[in-house]
């Protein structure tokens, strides 16, 4: 079972990236996918989840209204749409299996992969 993260880099404020996930050995539908995020020196921050069936989603207070949380079954990956991107967004970001989507902030990831890194920097 694996998740790969990928499509960060450097962006400038104010500009967009969209993050993929890509699972190998399980169906992300089946499932609970989210992001969480960790900058050096602070503590890892729930970003996003979305619940198994599409009928509910949570987003961290500092992402709302410019974050997006997607998912296509068909390829079996999950997608942050990252918008209206601040300095404060620069961290490694992580795809993740959760058990529970009512809270992004108090939710335990239970699996990750290899994280991709995004810098917002002017």
């Known amino acids: 079972v694996q998740l790969q993260a990928s499509g960060g880099g450097l962006v400038q404020p104010g500009g967009s990236l969209r993050l993929s996930c890509a699972a190998s050995?399980?169906?992300?539908?089946?499932?609970?996918i989210g992001w969480f995020r960790q900058a050096p020196g602070k503590e890892r921050e729930g970003v996003s989840c979305?619940?198994?069936?599409?009928?509910?989603?949570s987003y961290a207070d500092s992402v709302k209204a410019r974050f997006a949380i997607s998912r296509d079954n068909r390829k079996n990956k999950v997608y942050l749409q990252m918008n209206s991107l601040r300095p404060e967004d620069t961290a490694v970001y992580y795809c993740?299996?959760?058990?529970?989507?009512?809270?992004?902030?108090?939710?335990?990831?239970?699996?990750w992969g290899q994280g991709t890194q995004v810098t917002v920097s002017s």
């Open positions: 993740a299996a959760y058990a529970q989507c009512n809270n992004i902030g108090s939710a335990m990831p239970l699996g």
């Open positions: 050995g399980f169906t992300t539908s089946y499932y609970t």
């Open positions: 979305l619940t198994n069936n599409d009928d509910g989603s």
